[in-house]
Structures are given as C-alpha cells and as structure tokens.
C-alpha cells in the first residue's frame, strides 16, 4: 500500500467515529454529467464520488436534489449542509470548508457549425448580436463581470440553450463544461459536428465539495482522506472517465 493511501486509511479509522456522530442534510442542483437525477435516482460524476467517499467513511447520508439557488441557499443558511458539486471561486473561498477538487473543468461557448459568422475571437463574442445562458448562477454573474451586455437570461435548463440554438433563436450559447456538452449532445440527439466549440475559454475551475462553516472539522478531514484515497488508488480518474466523453469539433 502507498505511503499515502495508508495515511488516508487511517485518518478515515480516526476520525470516522466522530464524524458519523451528526447528521447532515447533502445537496446537490441538476447540472449533468456531475449531478443530475435519471429514471427517478441521482447519478453523475461528482454523485459517484461523494458516494464513494461515503462508501469508506460509513456516512449514510442521504442526497437531495434541489433547485440551483435553493440548493446554494441551503448550504449558506442551514448547519451541518454540504453541497456538491461547486466551482471553488475566490468569492466563495471564505464562506465555505472545502474538499476536493472532484475534476477541473473549463466552459466555452458553442454555435452551429453551420453558423454563417463563425465567431474566433473575444472581441468578436462580445459583440455577437446575442448570448444566451441560463438565467442565474455562476455562468450568467461571470459573464457580466466579464463586460458581456448582450445577454439573453432566458434559458431555466441546460436543455433548453440547445433547443434554443438548434431552433435559430439564439446563435450563440454559453453554460456547460465540455463533458455537459457532449451529455446533452447524446440526450437531445444532436448529431456529431453539429455544434461548434468557439475557441475562447471563458472560465476555468475545479469542482469541490463545500461544506457550511458550522460543519465539523472531523467529517471534513475525514471526508478529504477519502477523496485521496480514491484519487491514489486510481478510483477516481475511473469514475471520470465514465462521464469523460469529449465533445466534437
């Protein structure tokens, strides 16, 4: 055994008993492949791992999905609330514990391949007669802080930026990594090459498990060896790589 998954082990044997000693409500938003609920159960990437995680520290907590904002609401309102899974900003950095990363991941925007203005260049989407993204979070804020003004907040879903695009209602869209892409690619039907990935990265983070401040320090630290020992034994890069399906050019 690794030098370091040995001391994740025993840190997990340390700290379990007292970790397990309270209970806490675990929350999560619909945003696939990470989090999403299919045929009535909650799946993705980061539900896997906080599974895992679970699975070797013996908490049994049970995941409930709620509404972006409400989701974040709870874990900055309620004790004893983690969340999953969170891009880890530096505005966020101080209200939250943290446990991670899950997996880094980048966000671009997208138009048709077809589209008769190809768009390359910053300058050029800053001037797109219209961006559509979903209607709150952090894609929308960043965005802004970004200087965009020609923002269409319509969408409510990830599904329905496609559909919008797909429909020439918009032209561009902007609000899902890569892998989020190629999720919804395969759900809606969309066909190999339809979409074009605009070469501009907007935003790049790693995604973390948050934890509100009151939680135990403990169940953090617990929870964090857990993650490391999945990471070194390898686990983790395969639960990735079950969602890691590259979106086409």
Known sequence: MK????????LCLLFGALARAETY??????????????????TGMATDVVRAIMALTGDDFEIRLRPSMRATRT?????RTIMFSMFRTPERELLYKWVGPIAEESIYPYQLATAVQPINTLEQLLHAPRITTRHAGLV????????????????TESPQL???????????????TDAGVAYYS?????????????????YR????????????DALVATWAAALE?????????RMQSRYRQPARP
Request: net charge negative.
């Open 205 to 216: 983070s790693s995604l973390y498990i948050a934890f509100s401040l009151d939680s135990d």
């Open 162 to 176: 496609y559909r919008m695009l797909l429909a020439g209602r918009t032209e561009i869209i902007i609000g899902d």
């Open 25 to 42: 409500q675990l929350v999560t938003e619909e945003w696939a492949p990470y989090n999403y609920s299919e045929d009535g159960r909650i």
């Open 3 to 10: 030098h370091s998954t040995l001391i994740a082990a025993l």
């Open 229 to 237: 020992q999945l990471r070194t034994t390898g686990e983790l890069e």
């Open 75 to 79: 874990l900055r309102t309620q004790p």
């Open 186 to 202: 395969r759900q809606l039907g969309i066909a190999p090459g339809t979409l074009r990935r605009i070469p501009i990265e907007l």
């Open 140 to 155: 929308p804020t960043m965005l802004q802080s970004l200087g965009f003004n020609n923002l269409d907040k319509s969408a």
